[in-house]
Every structure is written in structure tokens, then in C-alpha cells.
């Protein structure tokens, strides 16, 4: 009887090989586990044994094709009518992660007149880019009486949990949104009777997130950017793609990944001229320099196949929630974009810790809890006015950049439910008690879901302290738009030459990393410098400011 020999599952992403030599001839008599082929992947060069025995009839490939996992290679006539034991042709090992849905953008509602009568209650503005929340809970239901600082919703957002107030005062007669959903701004949410008049007209223009809801119609937003993406080569599909270890070659040498590739060969084979294709569209897709999207703007993380990894062993799978997906996606773009540089230094907090220790009561009388963040936000706000590239950002598009003349401090607050950095405004206009109190209400804020978009935006430096947990320095990535981050380890007791002789002295690490397109080593090494005697000698900021 005839029989097939496949060629095997060669491993993870493999879906073909190139034939180097074929190590039989017709009329030879072969046994299982007898090299019939010499073959080379994108990883390695093999031989493949056969799985079957007996005496080859036709052989079906020569060297130079290239055969597909599954594809028949030899004919045998069996001697013993041996089982068939070759694999299935494999059509995809590794499991693309199915795109999220894109989100549709909400119709424009007619405008709302002033009125006594029902009136929509829509979701107001949530903050930069933010198209959409999801909704965690109503918390109000059909017949409420509600005035304007009652909550009528918890949502998601990308950025934190917000509890949104309803903004107008009245009985609830309708809810078009639960629990589950998304939402997006501009949605109604409520219909409310009894609203007067004046209630209607005061939200309107408002657009901040403790701000009332807009009873006015707020039309929902298009793509953030307001602009449409460049066409773009074809994107990945979940089947490895079918091309030789040359074309994959060169396709990594011009920097093209050969998984959006076009095949046009047989069976979507890629040759040469498709990757070559494929870049050319690329450039071509390339916003000119000053518009969005530009060379060095973020572009979108490369997503790679995962293996199937249930082969080895058990596996659970957990949704990311909306502030993890966010952080991922700004860390990644924040690596891909910026590049960064980390300084390293040491202060002498020796005096400064026994003064912190004293002055934490009084601390505490105004509501706080005086800590070395606290300290270090206004240490760092007097070392943005002195060195003001640290407090600008890059505007590429207009190839500029922008120095600002405030001064917000950012603070990284670990959460239950991710990384948050709420901000401190004004920071240099407050004292080291009045900072702490507004750092002890924010902090909290964060941790208990009631912060809102605006408290999360209109940073210009991030400090993230990690010294409560350990560590004795790292790499903090840059937040952008800001071109600096301070990290914060935890500090210890070292031997410091003094005097001629070792003495203890509590030492604190400190890193900062920047953005090496706007600030040079010399400046950042400066920056960290002053930090560093600020810390030292604390009268300092009262001469230098």
C-alpha cells in the first residue's frame, strides 16, 4: 500500500523550511527514524528523520523549494502497512490575542435647551484622550431625588476610578447605562425631571472632572489626535508567515517584520519583492516632519506571537484591567520614543532625617505627614526654576520646545489596581507642611478610586519613591511629556571619610533619568547636584530659592 510521509511540526512559528538536499532516491528502501531530508528554518539547519517504513516510490520536493509544514515529501509502498504517524499539517501554533474592539464614537445629540422638564444628563469630559470609561456601578436608581453633588456613577477609565456626580438637582426618571457597559463623554446617562433653568446653563463649558455634568450636549470626541491614521502595510495574522530564511533575512536587515508581509507567491509564499514592497509602503506612510505621527512618534507596540504554552504545563489567563493596559502602553511608548540616560548620586541626609523626626508633629497639626517625598518635591521644585530645561517638554511637531512657568509635581502611588502619579499643584508656592497635606489627601485619594482626571494631569516633573519597599537604586522611565523622573531608594547608614577618620553617615540614593534629545549629562549631573546639597544643607533653598 501507498503511503505519505509530511513533513513534521517543525516547533513554535515554523511554518515552513527551505529543502537544502533530499537523502534518498527513488527504489531506496528505507526504516523509521532514516534522515530523508536536510532543511533549513529562521532558526536552524535539521535533518528529518522519517516516521514510516519502506520503499520510496516518487519524492515530491528537490532542493531549493521550499515545503510547508503538513506538505507530502515522499511516496512510500509500505513493506509492513505501517500506521501513518505524521503529523497534521499545523496551520497555526501560536495564538494571536484578538484585537479590542475600536471604539465607535457616539452620535451628536441635538442641542439641550433650557427647561424644567426632563433634561439628559450626559458624561462629561474625563481629560486628555480618554474616549471612554467603563461603567463599575449606578449609583442611583430609578425615583432617586439626587441634587448635583450626588454621585450617579463609578467608572474606569484608562488613568484611575472616578466617581461621577450627577451636576443637576432633580428626580431621576430614567437610566439609559449599567453596570458593564462602556460609556463614552457625551453619552447619556440619566434623564432627570425638576431640573430648573439655571441648572441646565451652569455646567456648560466646564471641563473638569469634579466639574458638574454637562446637561448641554457634549458631542463625543473623534480620534484623539483629531487625525487619521496613514495607511499602513497589512497587519499580522496569527499564521507565521511563509518565507525562506533569505527573505527573513532580509527583512530584518532593513527592519521590516516579515509577519505583515503580503505574501504574493504560491499559497502566500513572501519573496524578496514583497519585503522590499512592504518597506517601500512603509515610508510612504510616514507623515512628513511637523505632523502627527512623524518618525520617532509612537507608532503602537510590536506584538509578538505568544507560544502555546498549556504544551508545558497548566496556565491561567487574567484580563489586564484599564489603568494596567495604559501603563503598559505608555512604558512601552515612553522606551520606544524617549531616549533616556540615568544619573546616579548620593545625599547626606544624616542632619536632614533628625530634623524631619523633629518638625513630623507639626507636620501632622497641618494634616500631613512629613516625609522625605514631601521634602524632596519641594527640593525639586526649586531645582526646576533653576534649571528650566527640566521643567519644558518637546514639541516635535513644531520643533520646539515648551518651558512652562508652574510648577507641578507629580508622585507615584502604588495601588491596588496599578501605578498612578497624581500631582501636586503649585508646589513652589506652598511650604514643606502645606505640600505634605496636599501630598497625605492625593496619595489617599489615589488609593481609595476617588481620584479624578484632573488630579492626574499637569505634571512637570514625576517623583517615584521606592525606598519604603527597597532596593539601592534603579532606572525610572520618563513620563512624557515631561523630560525627567527622580527615583527615590532606600536610604542606609555608610562609612563616610571625615576629618580623617570613618564616621556613619545616613546615605540616600537617588536616580535620575532624562531625556537625552533635550538635556545633556553635564546639565542632569548639575540638577541632581543641587538636589543632592538641598538635602544637605536645607537653609540652602532659603539664599538660593
Known amino acids: 500500500m501507498s503511503i505519505e510521509f509530511k513533513l513534521p511540526d517543525l516547533g513554535e512559528n515554523i511554518s515552513s523550511a527551505g529543502v537544502l538536499a533530499v537523502l534518498v532516491k527513488p527504489g531506496d528502501t528505507i526504516k523509521r527514524d532514516t534522515p530523508v531530508l536536510e532543511i533549513e528554518t529562521d532558526k536552524a539547519t535539521i535533518e528529518v528523520p522519517s516516521t514510516v517504513a519502506g520503499k520510496v516510490s516518487n ?16 511516496t512510500l509502498e509500505g513493506e509492513d502497512a505501517p500506521q501513518k504517524e505524521e503529523k497534521p499539517k499545523a496551520e497555526a501554533p501560536p495564538q494571536q490575542p484578538p484585537a479590542e474592539a ?34 463599575l456601578g449606578v449609583l442611583v436608581k430609578v425615583g432617586d431625588k439626587i441634587t448635583a453633588d450626588t454621585g450617579m456613577l463609578e467608572i474606569e477609565t484608562d488613568k484611575a476610578t472616578i466617581e461621577v456626580p450627577a451636576g443637576v438637582a432633580g428626580t431621576v426618571d430614567k437610566i439609559h447605562v449599567k453596570a458593564g457597559e462602556k460609556a463614552a463623554p457625551g453619552q447619556v446617562i440619566l434623564t432627570v425631571s425638576g431640573v430648573a433653568a439655571a441648572e441646565v446653563e451652569k455646567p456648560k463649558g466646564e471641563g473638569k472632572a469634579q466639574a458638574p455634568v454637562a446637561v448641554a450636549p457634549t458631542p463625543a470626541k473623534a480620534a484623539p489626535n483629531g487625525t487619521s491614521k496613514p495607511s499602513a502595510p497589512p497587519v499580522k495574522s496569527g499564521r507565521a508567515a ?28 513572501i519573496s524578496h519583492e514583497d519585503v522590499k514592497a512592504t518597506a517601500r509602503a512603509l515610508l510612504k506612510a510616514q507623515p512628513a516632519p511637523g505632523q502627527a505621527g512623524a518618525p520617532g512618534a509612537w507608532r503602537g507596540p510590536v506584538v509578538l506571537p505568544l507560544p502555546d504554552f498549556t504544551k508545558f504545563g497548566t496556565v491561567e489567563r487574567e484580563g489586564m484591567n484599564n489603568i494596567r493596559k495604559k501603563t503598559a502602553e505608555n512604558m512601552a511608548q515612553a522606551w520606544s520614543t524617549i531616549p533616556m540616560v540615568t544619573q ?5 541626609v544624616t542632619d536632614l532625617e533628625k530634623l524631619r523626626v523633629k518638625l513630623d508633629p507639626k507636620a501632622r497639626q497641618a494634616g500631613g505627614k512629613l516625609t522625605v517625598t514631601a521634602i524632596l518635591m519641594k527640593v525639586c521644585a526649586s531645582a526646576l526654576k533653576r534649571f528650566p530645561k527640566f521643567n519644558a517638554s518637546i514639541d516635535l511637531a513644531k ?19 496599578g501605578l498612578l502619579v497624581p500631582v501636586v499643584k503649585n ?22 478610586r476617588k481620584v479624578s482626571p484632573d488630579d492626574l494631569q499637569g505634571s512637570c516633573f514625576t517623583i517615584t519613591n521606592l525606598g519604603g519597599i527597597g532596593g539601592t537604586s534603579f532606572t525610572p522611565i520618563v513620563n512624557p511629556p515631561e523630560v525627567a523622573i527622580l527615583g527615590v531608594s532606600r536610604s542606609s547608614v555608610e562609612p563616610v571619610w ?12 537617588l536616580s535620575l533619568s532624562y531625556d537625552h534629545r533635550l538635556i545633556d549629562g553635564a546639565e542632569a549631573a548639575r540638577f541632581l547636584r543641587f538636589v543632592c546639597e538641598a538635602l544637605e544643607n536645607p537653609a540652602l533653598l532659603l539664599f538660593e530659592g
Do not use: M
Request: hydrophobic share 40%; no cysteine.
Open 59 to 74: 519524492i515530491h520536493v528537490k532542493p531549493g523549494d521550499k515545503a510547508e509544514v503538513g506538505q507530502v515529501v515522499l
Open 102 to 135: 475600536k471604539k465607535q464614537e457616539e452620535p451628536k445629540a441635538p442641542a439641550a435647551k433650557a427647561a424644567s422638564g426632563p433634561q439628559e444628563v450626559k458624561l462629561p469630559d474625563l481629560g486628555e484622550n480618554i474616549t471612554s470609561a467603563n461603567i
Open 242 to 269: 511563509a518565507a525562506a530564511p533569505s527573505v527573513r533575512r532580509l527583512a530584518r536587515e532593513i527592519g521590516v517584520d516579515v509577519n505583515v508581509v503580503r505574501g504574493t507567491g504560491p499559497k502566500g509564499r
Open 344 to 348: 546616579f548620586d548620593k545625599a547626606d
Open 399 to 417: 520643533e520646539e520646545v515648551v518651558f512652562k512657568k508652574y510648577f507641578n509635581i507629580g508622585v507615584a502611588v502604588d495601588t491596588e489596581r
Open 427 to 448: 508646589v513652589s508656592g506652598k511650604n514643606i507642611f502645606e505640600i505634605s497635606a496636599d501630598l497625605q489627601v492625593i496619595a489617599e485619594k489615589a488609593r481609595n
Open 498 to 509: 571625615q576629618d580623617d577618620k570613618f564616621v556613619p553617615r545616613t546615605l540616600l540614593p
